[in-house]
Each structure stands twice: as structure tokens, then as C-alpha cells.
């Protein structure tokens, strides 16, 4: 089986170790990544890019199930939710798209974090965790990378052992390289044959055209998807094997967690104190500005569109941030917010101040649609602060209440994600802008 230091297996090496765990299903799917790799570099490659990834995205979920049924692994329950979560990001992208290019990128952390909760090795049970950020390190980079050399290993080796037991195999194999060598030699050696000579331009002008045009591009592209193919067949070889994925263990990264606690008590809540007083002192002076709107009213001075838009998004942005300092208070001070009352307080009176300021931004950007009417960049910040402010309200309940309030959160942002990709947002704004003009709702 794989070598094992120190509780943990070494990088895969070219060694006959490996393929002692092999099967002949293994060695079936190492072939099938192959075109996994080429159909991702053609669909990156040619048009009808979107329709293309709605086919990949299906061909990529067939293909995956496939080879856990062929090693009989039985997803875990919450994996067949990111595998909808995946297809209803990928299919919807060859119908519409408000997001394009953040969509593309969420569809492909997607695919291989449902890779992974599929082969069962996240780290807390098979479920999402508060350790998803290091599940999300083993998916996207980890698992893939360490067995970024294990399609090759398997594919040699079942070349290897055909040559073993049939000589004329080796010999087939041989000569398939050399057909595949000889493209490339071919593309310059013919146009030159070519114009050299005209009875053979007449004979085979034709062939060299074609082998110009399409030859050399799909060996242009072979040779980019080998890479894609090894990078995808290690994530999924890795997990169905149970190999290079203990890099990060729960056990570890507790005794880590507990390491990292060095900021004293007194320190933290200094710090928080002073950030609640100023923006209790901000709400203080501003209030008859900030809350102006919750009566439907704008301040004298101000057209609709300026008193939406200044400081909307620096609120979001104040908002983004005290998510990041709560969340490093509670991971670097030492005690526990839940053991340490005057921390836990202060905790919670700043996830109050901030869902009061994301409260207001929200309610600016409400009158501003009421009179202007909808638009998806301001759908979209308002999605983005709905799922923050249940992020806070989160960080409130769990000041009293241990529940999974990662899990929850990320499993809420993803299906808000899927909502955004699969509803026909833009066409759907179309409909109501022109509903409201037409009864003088807006403007």
C-alpha cells in the first residue's frame, strides 16, 4: 500500500506501491480523465462556450459517479446536495448569466469540493464544517496536486503489464506513438511538398489543408489537456484511494487552533469596546441621515440616486469587515467567547451594531429601487447582505448555542448562489421595471 511517515502518506512517486491498490476500474478511468481533460480544453477553446460547460458539467457528474459506483463508494447524503448545487450552476449557463465569469469560477470550486464530499473525505463525517475553508485547500489544491502523477503511473502500468504478458501490445502501443509523433511533421513537411511541386499539391493539397487546420489544433489541445486530466483524475484517485487526503486532520487542526489563541482576554475586548463605541458614536450623529430613509424621506439636498448610493457600499464593506474581525477576535483570544461573558457580550452588541448599519443600507437601497425601479447589480448587493446579516445573526445565537453555524451559512450562500444562476434575473427586472413604469410606480 502507499508508504506511510509519520502518519501521513508521502507524495505519490513512480514506484510499484501504487498500483497495488489498482483495479481494473482505476485503470478504466484513467483513460476516461483523458477526455475529461480534452472536452474542459475545447470547451475553453471554441465557441458556444456556454452551452459547451453545460455538457462538460453533466459529462463531468456521469463520469465521477461512475467511477465511485465502479469502486462501490456510497456518497454521503449532504454530497448529492452540492451535486445539484453544481449542475444548477453549470446547466443554467448555457440559457443566461448575470455573474459570467464568477460563476464559471464558483462552478469549478464547486465541482471539486463535490468531488471530494462525494468520495467521503471531509473532513468532519463527510459533512460541511467549520473547517470548510481547509476541505475547500484539500479540493482545490491538496488532494489534486499530490496525485497529479498517479493517471500516469496507473496508465503506464497497464501498459506495463500488457507488454509483460503480450509482446505484440507493446508493439501497438509503439506504433500509436509514432502516429501521433509524426502530426507535427506532417504539418510542416506537407504545405512545403506542396509547393513544390504541383502534381503533388494536387494530390495531396487537400489532406494538408485539412491536417493545417484541425490536426495541430486537437494536438495543441491534447497537449494542454494532459495536465487538466492528471490534475482532475488525482482529486478523484485521491479520494476514492484515501490517498494524500489527511493532510489537514481534525485532531491537528484543533491542537493548531489552540496555539493560535495568544491575544489576552483584556485586549480583545479593548479592541471591540472601542470599535462599538465609535459606531454607536456614528449612528449617533447620523441618525436622522441614515434612518431617513425607513420613513421613505431623504435628507434636504439629496436626490434619490446620491442619497442611495453614498456610503452604501462602504456599509457593505463595514459589514465584510467585522465579519473578519469577529471572526479573528474569536479565533486568536484566549478563552472561549461562550466561557468569557464580557466577551461574548461585546460580541454580540457588534454583530447588533452591524446588522443596524446593514439594516440602513438596505433600506436606502429599497427606496432607491421603489423609484428607479430594479436592476441586477442591485439585486445583487442586496442577496450579498441578506447573507451576511444571517451570518451575524448566527454569530449571536451561537453566543449561547453550539450549532453548526458555518455549515448553515455556506450551505445558505450556495443556495442563494443556485438562485442567482438558475432564475432569469435580468429578464425577470425587465418585466417589473416595465410593469411599474406603466402604472407610474417608477420613474
Known sequence: ???????????????????EACEPVDRLFAAVYLLIGYGFIYLCSSSNFERNLAVFTVFYAVVVMSYLRGKEIRPPKESWFWLAVMLMVGISYA??????????????????YWTLSASGRLLKDGKTSRWVFFDGCNALAVVPFCNFGCQIQVISQRIGQENHKKKESGKVGAVLLGFVMAIPVLVIVLPLLSSADAEFQALAGSLADYISAHLLVILVRMIFAVPISCYLFGLAFGGTHKRNTDRFQEEKLEEAGKKVRVVPNTAVCTALLVLCIVYCLFIAIQGNYLFSAFTGKIPDSFTYS??????FFELCQIGAWNLIFTGTSAVCSRTDRREHRGLGKLTVLLAVLTLLLLATAVSKMGMYISVYGLTVYRILPLLFMFWMGLVFVCIMVCQKKDFPAVRLC???????????CVFPVEHWTQI???WARMRGLIV
Open 1 to 19: 500500500m502507499n508508504d506511510q511517515k509519520g502518519g501521513r502518506e508521502c507524495l505519490p512517486r513512480f514506484s510499484a506501491p501504487i498500483f
Open 95 to 112: 440559457f443566461w448569466s448575470v455573474l459570467y465569469f464568477l460563476q464559471f469560477l464558483a462552478l469549478l470550486a464547486v465541482a471539486a
Open 306 to 311: 446620491e442619497y442611495a448610493r453614498r456610503g
Open 410 to 420: 455556506v450551505i445558505a450562500g450556495a443556495v442563494l448562489l443556485c438562485l442567482v
Open 432 to 434: 417589473y421595471n416595465t
